[in-house]
T-cell receptor, first 113, second 116 residues
Framework: DQQVKQNSPSLSVQEGRISILNCDYTNSMFDYFLWYKKYPAEGPTFLISISSIKDKNEDGRFTVFLNKSAKHLSLHIVPSQPGDSAVYFCAASFSGNTGKLIFGQGTTLQVKP | GAVVSQHPSRVICKSGTSVKIECRSLDFQATTMFWYRQFPKQSLMLMATSNEGSKATYEQGVEKDKFLINHASLTLSTLTVTSAHPEDSSFYIC????????????FGDGTRLSIL
């Protein structure tokens, strides 16, 4: 039972353009969502998060959008840079920022120079 | 920023060996640490939640006698894979959440465990 789904295993974008990574979830009780970035042989690095009471959170080049009615969130990276090439995981939590995380399968982003 | 150190980064050992993996929060106190397992091209699956000074909480399907967790201090949690077999080969990652403040979980770099 995959409660958090990232249906696109990979995405390729040209440098300078926008990267949009998508994530869907099934449990409406999730109240906190996070995006992590992972390079090979390293652990995930926290990027950005959003509470279920908001629909948008922005931090520099990264913006996360949450559509609760569609149970969908997305991560926008603009402009994309080659250094952004990595695996991106979305994660959801039931208990604000304190609870365990349920991860999606990840999307591999490749930003071409 | 917050740093979580995980050691060792890679282990190769024979079947039947017990393997201990350490997870340390280097610049913050962590009342809660989490242990995940990742199979190739799959998501991180939570195995257990480790609480300082109390027993770990295991996810459904995870054998607590197989995967022993100890969280003896606010900066250290250990995962011991007892009598490891080839099917236990995987990528194990820990994370820690700061005791104070509204911080997200920070992850270690993982341990690649290979059982021959």
């Amino acid at each position: 039972d995959q409660q958090v789904k990232q249906n696109s295993p990979s995405l390729s974008v040209q440098e300078g353009r926008i990267s949009i990574l998508n994530c869907d979830y099934t449990n409406s009780m999730f109240d906190y969502f996070l995006w992590y970035k992972k390079y090979p042989a390293e652990g995930p690095t926290f990027l950005i998060s959003i509470s279920s009471i908001k629909d948008k959170n922005e931090d520099g080049r990264f913006t996360v959008f949450l559509n609760k009615s569609a149970k969908h969130l997305s991560l926008h990276i603009v402009p994309s840079q080659p250094g952004d090439s990595a695996v991106y995981f979305c994660a959801a939590s039931f208990s604000g920022n304190t609870g365990k995380l349920i991860f999606g399968q990840g999307t591999t982003l490749q930003v071409k120079p | 920023g917050a740093v979580v150190s995980q050691h060792p980064s890679r282990v190769i050992c024979k079947s039947g060996t017990s393997v201990k993996i350490e997870c340390r929060s280097l610049d913050f106190q962590a009342t809660t640490m989490f242990w995940y397992r990742q199979f190739p091209k799959q998501s991180l699956m939570l195995m257990a939640t480790s609480n300082e000074g109390s027993k770990a909480t295991y996810e459904q399907g995870v054998e607590k006698d197989k995967f022993l967790i100890n969280h003896a201090s606010l900066t250290l949690s250990t995962l011991t894979v007892t009598s490891a077999h080839p099917e236990d080969s995987s990528f194990y990652i820990c994370s820690a959440r700061a005791r104070i403040g509204n911080q997200p979980q920070h992850f270690g770099d993982g341990t690649r465990l290979s059982i021959l």
